[in-house]
């Protein structure tokens, strides 16, 4: 009787565990299938847009009037954002699919500086025919193989998501067969994207990198100990260096420091040549507010000053003040014009101002000695180009590396519509619109309701 | 009943609190300190209620310096033919405008405290320029009536100051430090605070580069991208600490050396991530181009 009711009840254990085993296996199907099927919208996506992308590249090509031109490479431009949108939603990070993506993204800076630019004054010359004929080339070697790609994945049935434990696990990558193709048509983008992108016009790679450019010889270990000695603030102890960067240009002494009283790390970066102090960033509990942010400003500006910058020629632009801490950006100023490439930055802890962070990156990467012309224009000549609805409040000159990865003299104004503030570049030479932007507001402190 | 008592309640104490301090007007200084543009706090919540009464001052009484209040300043400067013109509020100017303004610090502090949307106009009765936060004055049905003021003052403790705002770098709001705060605490909560910069600034790069999406979420969420997004370590809330380390990083601090890429000598199994050019190491991460 007992064994009965025992078997009965361990019957009725066994059936519900393999009844809930059988809606977790449902359920992580489920799951499963959903991210598959997101993989595959992307990927499919992905070889739609390339396809359209070959189309219209080959339509610019055939078409004259520069009225059909414009929109047309405007279409170019948007089909490969939307085409780049899709390959992020792959998992290929682990893959080297870079040139791909560098070609999407080459294809998406020609069409739009083309599309932007007043075609009726400046058409495209041979060169940049040249270019459209071979990004068109490639494109419909990508679609070519894109499509065989999908071809095998729709006729084989493979799953995306092998292809993502493939790639996570490292594990027999090379059996997968979407990894392989894939592979295949990064060798071949790789093939002749060298030549045919010419680096005119592929400009978020001409910013400049490394610190070789630098004056100065190079500094022993030993010296940069005593630069970073000199130039924290406190005394500090337990210095630490480490050698690196020497691979990519950027040979810098990585210092670490304990601060004498704060108890925490003090990082910094001096590079090798001219033992020049890059950043110094230091993470400590701030207390009370005690100073001001306008005197924190200046204990920034002495700091700076004691560590043999030109402080006379500096002013300053961004001050803000988060929690405890006092941020601000300097602007070096020469013949009264503002040189934005050169920005340094500091940080001011409001309890006792000292200095908690400061990076000179942009200064030692953009500093030199340069001929600011004069400007074409008049101040009052540039305002005319504005937008009538704004009220302009300041006017000065500046300098600004703008789209296309130029510096050009400018002029710099501030103006309000209604409440919005806004900073306004104005080319000195032509009154074109450099750069335009809405200068952020506060932000209100979003409370649960 | 019950919460029509309560909502009862609520009004008289409101009506009998706006008339208490009505009545009283205290002329409040300032401290001693020149207030700058991007300073936040008490002084500056006085500085744009005492704009504002001048008629000087439109936007909202919120504790932050931003540009608005600036032009206000300027204008207010200019008026009143102090030089230079320059929007820091120094001495001078404090004693000019607390010539020409009031203050009814009471009135403003509670309305803060309250949540409540508010003016501070001079030539208007006090009681006319105060709305109730959308949500506080409910009527009955909404059963809530109780919890309320629990929340409110909940919220109040956590806050170390009466401002209603915060300063925020170009381009990114409070939620997007948020994300980018989950994903540095889930990657890099054990590394040394150089190392959460660093891999803060990694997320920005990618943002720049051609190779990555463009937005904080698209970088974060790319497949495979951080391991931290694919075990869920992600949707852990962040510490203050990670917090400063995404602001240092927005603010333009870079210890990765505009690195695009890091990983863990330890536990990483691709082997093309050797391949790329190292820059240096942090904590337990190598940087990499």
């Known amino acids: 009787m007992i064994r009965g009711i025992i078997i009965a009840v361990l019957g ?63 279409d170019v431009w948007r089909i490969t954002s939307e085409a780049h949108n899709n390959v992020s939603q792959l998992p290929l990070t682990l893959m080297p699919f870079n040139k791909t993506e560098e070609f999407l993204s080459n294809i998406g800076d020609f069409s739009y500086k083309t599309s932007v630019r007043d075609l009726d004054q400046k058409p495209l010359d041979k060169k940049e025919y040249t270019t459209l004929n071979s ?91 005593k630069i970073a000695q000199r130039f924290a603030p406190d005394h500090n102890y337990s210095i630490k260096v480490v050698k690196s960067g020497r691979k990519t240009n950027r040979d810098v002494y990585s210092i670490r420091m304990k601060d004498a ?33 306008n005197e924190a400003s200046n204990r920034a500006v002495a700091f700076l000053k004691k560590n043999g910058y030109e402080t006379k020629g500096l002013e300053i632009d961004e001050s803000a003040q988060y929690n405890n801490i006092g ?58 180009k504005l937008n009538k609805n704004v009220e302009v409040r300041e006017t000065r000159q500046a300098l600004i590396t703008n789209e296309l990865g130029q510096e050009v003299l400018c002029y710099e104004m501030l103006g309000t519509i209604g409440k919005d503030t806004y900073q306004m570049f104005i080319n000195a030479d032509d009154g074109k619109e450099e750069k335009i932007e809405k200068l952020k507001s506060a932000e209100p402190i979003y409370k649960d309701l | ?55 000087f001052y439109n936007g909202k009484i ?57 003016t501070h106009y001079g030539n208007v009765p006090l009681e006319n320029q105060t709305k109730p936060r959308a949500g506080t004055q409910k009527p009955a049905g909404t059963n809530k009536p109780a919890q309320k003021p629990q929340n409110n003052k909940g919220g109040q403790s956590n806050q170390k100051q009466n401002t209603t705002a915060a300063n925020m770098p170009g381009g990114f709001s409070n939620n997007d430090i948020n994300l980018l705060a989950q994903a540095v605490y889930g990657e890099a909560r054990g590394e040394p605070f150089e190392g959460q910069v660093a891999i803060a600034a990694v997320i920005l790069n990618r943002i720049k580069s051609p190779l990555f999406p463009n937005t904080v979420a698209g970088v974060i969420f790319e497949p ?20 400063e380390a995404v602001l240092d990083a927005i603010n333009g601090w870079d210890p990765s050396e505009n690195a695009i890429y890091y ?18 190491r942090i904590g337990k991460h190598i940087f990499c181009e």
């Open chain 1, 261 to 293: 009283d704060n108890k925490s790390f003090i990082y910094m970066d001096i590079t090798q040549k001219g033992g020049h102090p890059v950043y110094l960033i230091q993470k400590r509990a701030v207390k009370k507010q005690k100073i001001s942010l």
């Open chain 1, 135 to 225: 990004l068109y080339k490639q494109a419909e070697n990508i679609q070519n193989q894109l499509r065989s790609v999908q071809h095998l994945v729709m006729s084989k049935n493979l799953r995306w998501m092998d292809v993502e434990m493939a790639l996570a696990s490292d594990k027999k990558q090379s059996d997968n067969t979407i990894v392989d193709s894939f592979k295949t048509v990064e060798k071949n983008v790789g093939a002749f994207s060298e030549d045919s992108i010419s680096p005119t016009f592929t400009g978020a790679n001409t910013e400049r990198k490394g610190f070789t450019h630098l004056k100065g010889k190079q500094i022993t270990e030993k010296e940069a100990v």
């Open chain 1, 327 to 384: 941020v601000f950006s300097f602007i070096p100023v020469e013949k009264n014009v503002r040189i934005y490439p050169e920005a340094i930055r500091m940080k001011v802890a409001l309890d006792d101002g000292e200095v908690v962070g400061f990076s000179a990156r942009d200064y030692l990467a953009a500093h030199r000695t340069r001929t600011i012309p004069a400007p074409a224009l008049s101040a009052d000549e540039a305002k005319a």
């Open chain 2, 1 to 55: 009943m019950k919460c029509k008592g309560a909502f009862m309640a609520c009004l008289i104490l409101f009506s009998f609190a706006a008339a208490f301090f009505d009545h009283h007007e205290t002329v409040h200084a300032f401290s001693n300190q020149v207030i700058q543009r991007g300073a936040t706090g008490d002084d500056v919540i006085e500085l744009q209620a005492r704009l504002q009464y001048n008629g």
């Open chain 1, 12 to 74: 009725v254990a066994i059936a519900a565990t393999g009844y809930w085993g059988y809606k977790e296996h449902q359920e992580k199907d489920a799951v499963l299938l959903h991210a598959e099927n997101n993989y595959q919208r992307a990927f499919h996506e992905l070889t739609y847009h390339v396809d359209q992308l070959h189309d219209k590249i080959g339509t610019t090509l055939a078409m004259n009037s520069k009225k059909s031109l414009s929109p047309a490479l405007i």
């Open chain 2, 62 to 118: 919120d504790g932050v310096y931003g540009w608005t209040t600036y032009w206000a300043v300027r204008n207010f400067q200019e008026k009143f033919g102090m030089k230079p013109v320059d929007g820091l509020v120094g001495a001078k100017t404090k004693q000019v405008l607390i010539s020409k303004s009031k203050y009814y610090r009471e009135y403003v502090m509670e309305q803060i405290q309250k949540g409540n949307t508010f």
């Open chain 2, 224 to 243: 495979l991208a951080f391991t931290a997004v694919a075990d869920g370590q992600i949707y852990m809330q962040p510490n203050e600490r990670a917090k």
């Open chain 2, 263 to 280: 990983f863990n000598p330890d536990t990483a199994t691709s082997k093309w991530i050797w391949g790329r050019p190292q820059i240096k």
